[in-house]
């Protein structure tokens, strides 16, 4: 009996030296690890009718050929997640940019 009231006892004074900082610190982590796995499933669930249409515009545009020909690609799955739909929006932004940049460096050798 003395040993289950020693193992209570310290039990007892243990959990007293469990701070109100260090509750809130999990439970921040919690909600912040929470929100991660939350963000991962919403990048697996397939792209609006919208967005389906702005990858066949982007498969059809002529001026950026890698984003074109990563958009054909991406028609041609069934399904198209958020995460392949952000990568090809991402991979056109770059294009764009450094198209618009390309004229600019080509003046300043000339």
Known sequence: ???DLEKIL??????????LEQIYNY???????LILCISCFALTRPISVQKYHNVELLSE??????????????KQQRQISLR?????MHAYQKE??????????QEESL
């Open 84 to 88: 392949q739909y952000f990568r090809l």
């Open 10 to 19: 310290q039990l007892k004074s243990n959990l007293s030296k469990i701070k």
């Open 61 to 74: 545009q002529h001026i950026h050929p890698l984003t074109q020909e990563m958009a054909e690609n991406l």
């Open 1 to 3: 009996m003395t040993i």
């Open 27 to 33: 439970l921040i982590a919690t909600i912040v690890v």
């Open 96 to 105: 764009s940019v450094r198209a618009h940049r390309l004229p600019d460096a």
